[in-house]
C-alpha cells in the first residue's frame, strides 16, 4: 500500500496522472513549530524541508503499519527570507512583489518511510528568477488564478497562468510542482511498491 502523507491537491493529482493508486493522510504535525524550531537551530531551507518531510512521512508511518508513506515538503529562499504559504490574496501579492525582479530558491524534498524508517529521500533545488512584473500584473495574475495560489509557497502556479510571471526556470519542473515524481517513481520501484 502507498500513503501520501500529505493534504496537497497538486502532489495527489501527480500522482493520479502517474497511474498510482494511493491513499491520503492528513500529517499529524505543525509545521510552524519544526520550522521556528530548526530556524533556531540554525538549519538552512534545505534541511528544514528535508526535516519536514521525513516528520510527515514517519509520523504517519506510525499509524498506518505495513505501508510505503511519501512524505515531501517545500522551501522558498529568496535572499535568506523563507516563504510560507499566504494565507489571503493580500498576502499572495506581497510575496509576489516581493519575489519580482529576483531569482529564488525552491527546495523540494521527499522520502519513502516503510514501517518508522526512511528507506529513501531525495532533494530538489529549482532556481527561479520572476520578472519585473508591474502592480498591475500582479493583479492580473491574481485575478486569473485564483484561490489556488494560497496553496503555493511563492503564490504562483507554473503549471498554469503563473507561468508568464517568470524568465528563467532551472530545475526540474515536477519538483516545482511539489514532488520529484520521476525519482520517486523510480524509488517506488525499488522498494518493490510498484512493479519494475
Sequence with gaps: MIVLSSTSTTRRKLLSQAGLYFKTA????DETVIKAALRQAGANAAEVAGTLA?????????????????????MLDCDGVWFDKPGDRDGARRH??????????????AVIAYEGRIVWHHRETAKLTMRDVSDASVDHY?????????????????????????????GDFFSIL????????????????LPK
Design 26 to 29: 492528513k500529517p499529524p504535525v
Design 54 to 74: 521525513e516528520t510527515k512521512a514517519s509520523s504517519v508511518g506510525a499509524i498506518i503499519p505495513g505501508a510505503y508513506v511519501i512524505g515531501a515538503d517545500q
Design 96 to 109: 509576489l512583489q516581493s519575489l519580482r525582479g529576483k531569482t529564488h530558491l525552491l527546495i523540494t524534498a
Design 142 to 170: 491574481l485575478d486569473k488564478a485564483g484561490d489556488g495560489v494560497c496553496q503555493s509557497v511563492g503564490a504562483y502556479q507554473l503549471e498554469g497562468i503563473g507561468a508568464q510571471l517568470f524568465e528563467r526556470i532551472e
Design 178 to 193: 511539489g514532488l520529484p515524481l520521476i525519482p520517486l517513481l523510480g524509488a517506488l520501484r525499488e522498494v518493490g511498491a
